[in-house]
């Protein structure tokens, strides 16, 4: 933040920030022509010598400056200019394990959740889960473009990802964080009261979808998991809620 003040670009700011990946970069040199260049040029209407911020995805941010632009097809070459450590990202990875629920919250879910600081999304297709995804290829370009935006506007420094909705024993083989699962039914433990008796380290979120882990799910999680059952607090939220509120606790307990 300081260095773009330094830099005299404070508005870059609310331009918020484009990501970039190995294959666009060639020495100094970045270029883009594909939705990121639409939204570059046919949107906010960059054009010559503009600045803009730059993040490779990997924590390290860019000032660069607009030296070719095309709008149609659109397509925008930066050269970069300077670059320094992203300090917003959070202390420890964390993963949600999102049972998929009905109509388009996984929308907001996505784009909620990286705006708190999740590093991955992982769709789970629990029990109770109503919803089937006809084409998940589909529908995970739409939620890694919700992704991108979300994670541009939040200033994210590394780019999340939404994966490959998963069953739930697969999710299960995939999750190798210590684990907690959000339960209604837990009375005792809280987030904080088991995440202050042990060091930070990468952690995975569980959240069920409308109507609720199983009783069963909850047990495999804490048999082949060793999974912490944790209650959000005294009133019951709802699937979209559940997964903001867990991470903010997570990122509040441990160092964000």
């Known amino acids: 933040m300081k260095q773009l003040m330094k830099a005299g670009a404070v508005w870059l700011l609310l331009m918020g920030k484009h990501f970039f990946k190995p294959h666009n970069k060639d020495g100094d040199s970045v270029f883009f022509d594909n939705d990121t260049a639409h939204h570059m040029v046919n949107v906010l209407r960059l054009s010559l ?3 803009v911020l730059l993040c490779d995805g990997f924590g390290t941010d860019y000032t660069a400056k607009v030296t070719s632009v095309t ?8 050269t970069l ?3 320094f450590p992203c300090h917003t990202e959070p202390p420890i990875p964390v993963t949600l394990y999102q049972s998929i629920p009905k109509g388009d919250k996984m929308d907001w879910i996505i784009e909620k959740c990286i705006e708190v600081g999740v590093s991955t999304i992982v769709p789970v ?3 109770r889960s109503e919803a089937k995804f006809k084409d998940p290829i589909k529908k995970m370009e739409r939620y890694n473009r919700i992704a991108y935006s979300a994670a541009s506007q939040s200033m ?5 990802k939404v994966l490959l909705p998963m069953s739930f024993k697969d999710a299960l083989r995939n999750d190798t964080a210590l684990t907690l699962v959000a339960y209604e039914k837990e009375q005792g433990n809280t987030i904080k009261s088991t995440l202050c008796k042990i060091p930070p380290e990468p952690i995975s979120v569980w959240i069920g979808p409308e109507g609720g882990f199983e009783s069963t799910e909850i047990n495999c999680l804490s048999r082949e998991k060793s999974a912490f059952s944790v209650s959000l607090g005294a009133s019951i939220l709802r699937t979209e809620t559940a997964g903001v509120v867990a991470l903010a ?6 160092g964000q």
């Not at 709008?71 to 930066?78: G, N, Y």
Request: aromatic residues 8%; proline residues 7%.
């Open 49 to 51: 010598d503009q600045d």
């Open 71 to 78: 709008r149609k097809p659109a397509s925008i070459t930066l």
């Open 81 to 83: 200019l300077n670059s």
């Open 125 to 127: 297709y629990a029990s």
């Open 156 to 160: 994210r420094g590394v780019l999340p």
């Open 249 to 254: 606790q997570i990122l509040c307990i441990w």
